[in-house]
């Protein structure tokens, strides 16, 4: 039996907007159950603390818990990918991220194409510090110190990959002097041979090396991000003498790609809210942190001028995990 031409218009039409409401219905609904954030750094480091102050906010705004899962770079990255994108799995995006892409050939996703931003969260500046023996005051005379005892100077860093040894080896490259890279098991370790002078140099997060600087253990040469930071308000940026150098960590939250969109821009409202909130802003500011607001399309980009960013430099280095 045919349908009379209205009938069956009425009912494609009605089909059509079925998926588009069960999505939206969902998005509604969500979170109907406790959410997962992958961090890949371990628990009680600077990072993963933040993400569980974003973590308590958003369980006080949702009304579910948001708990915090901490599992090695890596393999909290392909957790969520391999995760349904129903917004229950999320990532902790970090620099870190940015790094791998390139630093690991056999990963088994691409980051950038697998991860759907939602939102960033703050932006963590680094300091290049040297031991009080060594005779320079300045980053110009450091490299003219460099340029004078080539190989001679011992670069400390957490280990081939980290946060030191990624700054310490842009520096290399675009002060274009010579430095023995040393890597060690950990920041404390490296700290602990910068301090008793068995290296020379160290790029290091503000966070780590603070007390040491107030203490007069290290001295501060420059911080490594674009603009002076307010921990070290002193110091001038690399930037100041090496022309477009900027180095800082940074943290944001992802999802499995093809996560409801609606899903997406929820949380990106309420991370933007916590950021806004003077309570979260302080606590940033104790880890020498900023808050780091933006829309997903602003987040995307700087993923992706990351990605591409320190690629460049990891390729050009030939830098190898441990």
């Known amino acids: 039996m045919k349908l009379p031409r209205r009938r069956f218009l009425h009912l494609a039409a009605g089909a059509a907007v079925l998926p588009l409401s069960s999505t939206i219905a969902q998005a509604q609904a969500y979170p109907a159950r406790p959410v997962r954030i ?34 090695p770079t890596n393999i909290a990255a392909e957790a969520v990918v391999r995760a349904p994108a129903d917004g229950y799995t999320l990532l902790q995006v970090a620099v870190a991220n940015a790094w791998n892409a390139s630093l690991y050939s056999n990963l088994n996703f691409n980051f950038v194409r697998d991860i759907a931003p939602i939102a ?16 320079v005051k300045t980053v110009p005379e450091f490299i003219a110190y460099a340029k004078a005892n080539p190989g001679k100077i011992n670069m400390a860093s957490s ?47 503000v966070v780590s090396s603070i007390e040491h600087i107030r203490m007069g253990n290290l001295r501060p040469l420059a911080v490594t991000t674009a603009k002076r930071q307010e921990a070290l308000p002193h110091l001038p940026t690399i930037g100041e003498f090496v022309l477009g150098y900027e180095a800082s960590a940074w943290q ?15 949380l990106n409202v309420e991370v ?24 997903t399309a602003d987040f995307a980009k700087l993923i992706a001028e990351e990605t591409e960013k320190w690629g460049q430099l990891i390729r050009a280095s030939n830098l190898k995990p441990e």
């Open 38 to 71: 992958m961090v890949g750094v371990p628990a009680g480091s600077s990072p993963d603390i933040q993400a569980r102050l974003i973590g308590h906010w958003l369980s006080e705004r949702f009304g579910q818990p948001f708990v915090i899962e901490n599992r």
């Open 159 to 205: 280990g081939i990959g980290g946060v030191g040894h990624i700054y310490g080896e842009l520096f290399k490259m675009m002060a274009r002097v010579d430095m023995l890279h040393v890597p060690y098991r950990g920041p404390q370790q490296a700290l602990t041979d910068l301090i008793s002078g068995r290296v020379h140099v160290m790029f290091d997060s």
């Open 120 to 135: 960033s969260i703050s932006r963590n500046p680094g300091v290049m510090e040297v031991n009080p023996g060594v005779p």
């Open 252 to 266: 944001g939250l992802g999802a499995p790609k093809h996560t409801p969109t609606d899903i997406i821009e929820r």
């Open 272 to 295: 933007n809210a916590a950021l806004a909130d003077p309570r979260i802003k302080a606590r940033l500011t104790d880890f020498g942190a900023s808050a780091l607001v933006g829309s």
